[in-house]
């Protein structure tokens, strides 16, 4: 089954405003990560949060981590026309796993001008 | 960080020929991974690739399909085999580094397989 659920699938908001994204995960993690995506090419890899850490910033960039709930949030701050792409959650369950990355469906982020 | 490229970019391929797709990374790492990204769905991984053994391949990816190579810390190949229209998949990269005290992974531009 899918290790990662993401919600919404698609969101499409106003620049400057906030986008929110939620990712939950089923099995233990070493640690969870973001990355986007821009029109079906390469991965960027935005942040990446330990399971001991519970909050983390870079830059416009606000992510949680739930382990309790099993579940992350990626807030995007005053978002950009250049936002506009999808973002995946991807888990890493360490151990005999370690650096294997589990993908979340994705949320499809549009923000219009 | 790592700076990967991938050739080729994207190409179209008839049914039953084989496609090799190269992985360069600026760096020498341990671990390189191959996943698919078929059209509208998220990244499946197919298998790990460690210098100097044998490809470690997921579930439902086998290495008669999938032949993996890794001659060295900072190159592979991925050869999708006897290929299908149902092989139209992106197909990315990836390496894991150490950043700080935890470990990041950086992916490939991708490469865009459509089969005829």
């Known amino acids: 089954s899918q290790q990662g659920e993401e919600d919404p699938q698609a969101l499409s908001i106003q620049e400057g405003e906030n986008a929110t994204m939620n990712c939950s995960y089923k099995?233990?993690?070493?640690?969870l990560q973001w990355y986007r995506q821009n029109s079906g090419r390469g991965l960027v890899h935005l942040i990446l949060?330990?399971?001991?850490?519970r909050e983390k910033h870079s830059g416009r960039l606000r992510v949680t981590l739930d382990t309790s709930k099993k579940s992350s949030s990626l807030l995007i701050t005053a978002s950009r026309a250049a936002d506009t792409a999808s973002y995946f959650c991807?888990?890493?369950?360490?151990?005999?796993?370690?650096?294997?990355?589990?993908f979340g469906q994705g949320t499809i982020l549009t923000v219009h001008p | 960080s790592a700076v990967i490229s991938q050739k080729p970019s994207r190409d179209i391929c008839q049914r039953g020929t084989s496609l090799t797709i190269q992985c360069q990374v600026d760096?020498?790492?341990?671990?390189m991974f191959w996943y698919r990204q078929q059209p509208g769905q998220s990244l499946t991984l197919i298998a790990t690739?460690?210098?100097?053994?044998?490809?470690?391949?997921e579930s439902g990816f086998v290495i008669d399909k999938f032949p993996i190579s890794r001659p060295n810390l900072t190159f592979s190949t991925l050869t999708v085999s006897n290929m299908s229209p149902e092989d139209s998949s992106i197909y990315l990269c990836?390496?894991?580094?150490?950043?700080?005290?935890?470990?990041?992974?950086?992916f490939g531009p991708g490469t865009r397989l459509t089969v005829l």
């Open positions: 949060i330990r399971s001991n850490e």
């Open positions: 690739a460690n210098q100097g053994s044998e490809a470690t391949y």
């Open positions: 760096s020498q790492v341990t671990m």
């Open positions: 990836s390496v894991e580094v150490w950043e700080s005290s935890y470990n990041e992974q950086f």
């Open positions: 099995t233990s993690i070493n640690n």
């Open positions: 991807a888990t890493d369950a360490g151990g005999t796993s370690y650096g294997k990355l589990t």
